[in-house]
């Protein structure tokens, strides 16, 4: 009778489900910071610039998002994912340290990213505020709020499989637009190989 009454201890969520919810979920977070902070981002990266060289900041912008988005947060968010949750799980550390290194540690990418973009745009010339504003608004910004919301979310997104398959859908719709993003500013194929000093 005691042992009816007693509830039955939770059953762990496997590391690879839990690893996939921080990627799926780290990965919406960013894209919908960044689709918030594009369009004054891309605004300020062609601030002084003639329009031919401000379509391509503006492109060079939305394309270190988009490969951020599309490779750099599912890599980060699953690999990082493994390790801080394996780490939690065997007592190595607390949750909250836990979600104090995937903090840091999106933080670092979100702030290699920004630099990054300022390297590709200027070839090493002087950077000017607005492309360091750019920098900081569209890229470093949707890092970094990816980078401290999103340990908050996978608890919720691991507890059901139909969580897990809608934040997965998302991450997969969140990736294909800010993709699609890059046709709308591909400025004309002859001014690529300037872009990236060639």
Do not use: C
């Amino acid at each position: 009778m005691i042992m009816a009454t007693l509830a039955a201890p939770p059953v762990a969520q496997p590391l690879a489900t839990r690893a996939l919810a921080t990627a799926a979920s780290y990965v919406v977070i960013y894209g919908v910071a960044f689709a918030f902070l594009a369009p004054p981002a891309t605004q300020m990266a062609a601030g002084g610039y003639a329009a031919l060289d401000a379509a391509s900041v503006s492109f060079a912008l939305i394309l270190i998002a988009a490969l951020t988005v599309t490779f750099g947060a599912t890599i980060f968010g699953y690999s990082v994912g493994w390790k801080v949750e394996s780490d939690v799980r065997n007592n190595r550390m607390s949750q909250t340290r836990g979600s104090v290194e995937f903090a840091t540690l999106g933080t670092l990418l979100a702030l290699a990213t920004g630099g990054v973009f300022l390297l590709i745009v200027t070839g090493g010339t002087g950077i000017s505020p607005s492309l360091i504003g750019a920098a900081v608004l569209g890229l470093v910004m949707p890092g970094m709020v990816a980078a401290f919301f999103t340990r908050s979310a996978v608890e919720h997104v691991a507890a059901a499989k139909r969580d897990l398959l809608a934040t997965g859908v998302s991450a997969l719709v969140v990736i294909v637009l800010v993709n699609y993003l890059i046709v709308g500013s591909l400025p004309p194929l002859a001014d690529l190989p300037q872009l990236f000093g060639l």
